[in-house]
């Protein structure tokens, strides 16, 4: 589906992906930097606002 995806040019699916990348990346930042894991959207830009103002 992903490899689809690309190949029809719908921009939407690669906004998506992209988003869960940066999302992704954010997480493991967060871990590394206070050990906790965030379980929303909410608490993760909390932690983000809080460690990286």
């Known amino acids: 589906m ?3 995806g ?3 040019e719908r ?3 690669r906004v998506t992906l992209y988003y ?4 992704a ?3 493991i930042i967060i871990y ?3 050990g906790l894991v965030p379980s929303n959207h909410s608490e993760r830009f909390r ?3 809080r460690e990286y103002p």
């Open 32 to 34: 590394r930097k206070t």
């Open 6 to 8: 690309v190949r029809r």
């Open 20 to 23: 869960k990348a940066l999302v």
């Open 47 to 49: 932690l983000m606002r």
């Open 2 to 4: 992903g490899r689809q």
């Open 11 to 13: 921009p939407q699916y």
């Open 25 to 27: 990346i954010s997480d």
